[in-house]
């Protein structure tokens, strides 16, 4: 596959994630994929886990709200409210879980650098504690997320093939 890219995960603080990869696509196209939602609904989740309903008000202040179904049919559902837009830069908004998974909030941002037609996506989580940060590492995280990736690298390779 021509966006085999690999997953890195670090730990920089006791309430932080930070997520990294190279996407084989422009950065207005990886920014396109994170915000629109009939892109969400072709990559979003892990391998088996499909979005099934998926609102975005791309807007600051305006609320995002994604309903996940897994292979044996359990649903989660997330949402959060939109704090930075930066187009095709940087994108800023809080996550929390339907079902509580872990207590409060957490704060997602993703930075998107474009060198040579290559797209960084760096994503720093802050968590509102070592333990829901803890909880969410070992759910795999980086399984779930690196899956996700994958199916993104396809659909950006889709859509860069024409």
């Known amino acids: 596959m021509k966006n085999a890219g690999t997953l890195r995960m670090t730990t920089p603080t006791d309430t932080a994630i930070v997520l990294t ?12 994929a994170w915000t629109k939602p009939e892109l969400l609904m072709r990559w979003y989740g892990a391998r088996g886990w499909i979005l099934v309903g998926c609102e975005v008000d791309l807007r ?20 959060g409210v939109y704090r930075e837009i930066v187009p095709s830069d940087r994108l800023v908004y809080t996550e929390s879980f339907d ?21 960084t996506t760096t994503s720093t989580l ?15 995280m980086k399984r779930g997320v690196g899956e996700g990736y994958d199916r993104l690298a396809v659909l950006l390779a889709e859509m860069t093939s024409h």
């Open 126 to 140: 802050v968590y509102p504690s070592p333990e829901a940060r803890d909880i969410v590492i070992n759910y795999p």
């Open 21 to 32: 990869r190279v996407f084989d696509a422009p950065r207005h196209l990886v920014f396109d």
């Open 99 to 119: 079902e509580q998974s872990y207590p409060g909030e957490s704060l997602i941002t993703h930075v998107f650098v474009e060198q040579r037609g290559k797209t």
């Open 60 to 79: 600051i202040g305006g609320c995002w709200r994604f309903v996940s179904r897994g292979p044996d049919g359990t649903q989660m559902a997330q949402g």
